[in-house]
């Protein structure tokens, strides 16, 4: 059960999250399009694009074949971005724009876990960069996400070195699982898109949170828990004396890397790679 606490005589065990719409309100990379457009990394048409694909985004998410466009499109819009200044725009927004959407009721589905004595393990398709220092920030033992190249000039080649989505998710479990000795039958495994079905049927108890129509439709046929969370609240209200986390963690993130989650997205809404500012 969730709230028992785990015999450690037995094999250990995990709960894996993935990140946009089922810890997070909104999407992770189009949260910080005001800072690129702010920081001249993209137009105001892109603003604007962006915008609309959030939209889509909340309103019912990307299908397979979208999210496997993006990679393309993430080749031609990020192409030549200098890390640097990525890293200096999301360092200065990431808390003021991240925590403010962190759902309540995942929060304190991570904290029922370090309780039982799982491991806690975000498992998302945005970049290291990002999900990284929130996971950090929720407390996550461990973090699967996409990994970009950076070039010798210090700026993103366009190229993804690893792309964390759909069935290399669920290969990540497992080899998380391989090394770190988690027993899968006893793990938990959440998300809100069908995309991630190779995933939650990993695990020994998947649950759909949030879920877009797709999945939806599994989780019923299939009889997991399908969770609805709708209450983003700022982690400091949650936990009185809570500290915002130290500079220098925000500094290591990336934005460029969560791209790699939702720019199939501003794809989706246009076609066409938008001028640079």
């Known amino acids: 059960m969730l709230w028992g606490v785990e015999n450690h005589s037995l094999p250990r065990t995990a709960a894996f999250f993935d990140l946009d719409k ?10 910080f399009s005001k800072s690129f457009y702010q920081g001249g990394l993209i137009n105001r048409r892109a603003v ?5 694909a959030q939209f889509v985004f909340l309103a019912g998410g990307a299908d397979h074949d979208q999210m496997e466009r993006m990679r393309a499109y993430l080749s031609a819009l990020c192409r030549g971005w200098n890390v640097r200044l990525v890293k200096e725009l999301v360092a200065e927004t990431l808390h003021d724009l991240i925590d403010p959407i962190i759902y309540d009721e995942a929060a304190s589905l991570i904290e029922q876990h370090h309780t039982a004595g799982r491991d806690v393990v975000i498992v998302s398709t945005s970049g290291a960069e990002v ?22 000039d210090g700026c993103f080649t366009g190229e993804v070195e690893y792309y964390a989505y759909g069935p290399t998710k669920a290969e990540a479990v497992r080899e998380l699982a391989a090394s770190e000795g988690y027993d899968l039958t006893r793990c938990y495994a959440y998300s809100d898109s069908a995309t991630d079905l190779p995933m939650l049927e990993t695990v020994g108890h998947p649950h759909a949170v949030n879920p877009d129509r797709a999945l939806r439709r599994e989780a019923l046929s299939r009889g997991w828990p399908v969770l609805d969370f709708h209450r983003p609240v700022r982690l400091k209200q949650r936990i009185p004396g809570l500290s915002v986390p130290p500079r220098p963690a925000l500094v290591a993130a990336a ?13 989706y809404a246009s076609r066409r790679r938008p001028d640079r500012a």
Do not use: N
């Not at 604007?48 to 609309?52: K, N, W």
């Not at 033992?141 to 070039?151: E, F, H, K, Q, S």
């Open 131 to 152: 999900v990284e220092p929130i996971g950090e920030l929720l407390g996550a033992d461990r973090v699967v996400a996409t990994r970009m190249v950076v070039g010798d």
């Open 22 to 31: 089922t810890v997070i309100a909104k999407s992770s990379t189009l949260t």
């Open 48 to 52: 604007l694009r962006t915008a609309y």
């Open 255 to 267: 934005a460029i890397g969560a791209a790699a989650a939702t720019a199939g997205l501003v794809w």
